[in-house]
């Protein structure tokens, strides 16, 4: 069983509509959460980020961790052509360690 | 301020042959990591340094491949030879002491030819 499970898609969606994108883990020391978003052929940059359980909302993005279920999620709301791209959750035992990344997720908004 | 710089952007090389790509942190970012991602995976982890010390390198093969962070700032990476299965990009993140987010530069894409 990988660390990090995350389904790679490829997810289409219409402009507008509301993405849902998931991971689940197995490793239960894990305590901070955070998605990274990935254009083609860039490095990844950090959405948003989470410690331990709890919801956390900027703008159009929503992240969400159940640790009791070992599952995260990032919702976005409205979505726009320039949201295409792969979304990639990442996970940490602490701060300033290395992350455990899932495959990804390529999503594309169609206008 | 300015962002992790990565170079060459690509690269590409024979089998067996050898290659080196290097990476220059934001300034004052005291972590630095190496991550290897092949096509359609997430980023995995090569090797973090802490300074000019290496933290973790338990996942970096180390019958070819090799780092340095000379003066705990640029750090290269080395493969040498290289195979099929090194086509990847290679990207370098740093951190600030302490804090959870990392910042990556652009990456080098590698094919292995």
């Known amino acids: 069983q990988k660390e990090v499970e995350q389904d790679p898609g490829p997810l289409s969606v219409p402009e507008g509509a509301i993405v849902s994108l998931n991971c689940t883990y197995s490793n239960s020391a894990f305590q901070y959460f955070m998605w990274y978003r990935q254009y083609s052929r860039k490095g990844p940059e950090l959405l948003m980020y989470t410690y331990s359980s709890g919801n956390k909302e900027d703008g159009r993005f929503t992240a969400q961790v159940d640790k009791s279920s070992k599952y995260i999620s990032l919702f976005i709301r409205d979505s726009q052509p320039s949201d295409s791209a792969t979304y990639l959750c990442a996970m940490s035992y602490s701060g300033n360690t290395p992350l455990v990344f899932g495959k990804g997720t390529r999503l594309s908004v169609i206008a | 301020e300015a962002g992790v710089a990565q170079s060459p952007r690509y690269k590409i090389i024979e089998k067996r042959q050898s290659v080196a790509f290097w990476c220059n942190p934001i300034?004052?970012?005291?972590?630095l990591y190496w991550y290897q991602q092949i096509l359609g995976q997430g980023p995995k982890l090569l090797i973090q340094f802490q300074n000019n010390g290496v933290v973790d390198d338990s996942q970096l093969p180390k019958d070819r491949f090799s780092a340095e962070r000379l003066k705990g700032v640029d750090s290269t990476l080395k493969i040498q030879p290289a195979k099929l299965e090194d086509s990847a990009v290679y990207l370098c993140?740093?951190?600030?002491?302490?804090?959870?987010?990392?910042?990556f530069g652009p990456g080098t894409r590698l094919t292995v030819t």
């Open positions: 300034s004052g970012h005291a972590t």
């Open positions: 993140a740093s951190t600030q002491a302490s804090l959870y987010e990392q910042y």
